[in-house]
T-cell receptor, first 115, second 112 residues
Framework: GAVVSQHPSWVICKSGTSVKIECRSL??????MFWYRQFPKQSLMLMAT?????????EQGVEKDKFLINHASLTLSTLTVTSAHPEDSSFYIC???????????FGEGSRLTVL | QQQVKQSPQSLIVQKGGISIINCAYE??????FPWYQQFPGKGPALLIA?????SEKKEGRFTISFNKSAKQFSLHIMDSQPGDSATYFC???????????FGAGTRLAVHP
């Protein structure tokens, strides 16, 4: 089946630094990717919809200047957490939509810990 | 506002038993209802999905029952196994959009 790869799978950073997380669709083109955030023992909360070649659409309450999303190609979307703080520590998961199959495929997630 | 309500929050089932997880929604614009399985530290994986034009879909030990008039759908896991122990999320997708709205999740533990 289709595979979505996220990198890094885990990252630890100091408060105030920025962290970039990559999401790649490995064997299909994804015009639309989604970024979710998941706190321990909680559900996935949609942060933003990333469309190739255009600006991301953010969900209500998500700071677009805090969470920068770039979807520069049909196989890559990036999420940059700027000036990270401990409260940004979370599990970030991306998903990619395959227009060929009509399915959404999820990455393995990236665990961010901000010290 | 919780658009997809999922219950129970946690569930303990004996090996070989039936696990039942329920979800309800309000938005009639939803037209795709998948279930995802998530193991700790991993991303969710699609288990089974249904559209409103059918009332039931079965794949192996997993069955979705869908009640359009009640706006409810449920996941049944037959012959539950310890390896099924995971968190299960129902989700709903509005027609014409690709984004998913997730339920709160159900932590399933299947005891041997």
């Amino acid at each position: 089946g289709a595979v979505v790869s996220q990198h890094p799978s885990w990252v630890i950073c100091k408060s105030g630094t920025s962290v970039k997380i990559e999401c790649r669709s490995l064997d299909f083109q994804a015009t639309t990717m989604f970024w979710y955030r998941q706190f321990p023992k909680q559900s996935l909360m949609l942060m933003a919809t990333s469309n190739e070649g255009s600006k991301a659409t953010y969900e209500q309450g998500v700071e677009k200047d805090k969470f920068l999303i770039n979807h520069a190609s049909l196989t890559l979307s990036t999420l940059t957490v700027t000036s990270a703080h401990p409260e940004d520590s979370s599990f970030y998961i991306c998903s990619a939509f395959s227009s060929d199959t009509g399915e959404l495929f999820f990455g393995e997630g990236s665990r961010l810990t901000v010290l | 506002q919780q658009q997809v309500k999922q219950s129970p929050q946690s569930l303990i089932v004996q090996k070989g038993g039936i696990s039942i997880i329920n979800c309800a929604y309000e938005n009639t614009a939803f037209d795709y209802f998948p279930w995802y399985q998530q193991f700790p530290g991993k991303g969710p994986a699609l288990l089974i999905a249904i559209r409103p034009d059918v009332s039931e879909k079965k794949e192996g030990r997993f069955t979705i029952s869908f009640n359009k008039s009640a706006k409810q759908f449920s996941l049944h896991i037959m012959d539950s196994q310890p390896g099924d122990s995971a968190t299960y999320f129902c989700a709903a997708q509005p027609g014409g959009y690709n984004k998913l709205i997730f339920g709160a999740g159900t932590r399933l533990a299947v005891h041997p």
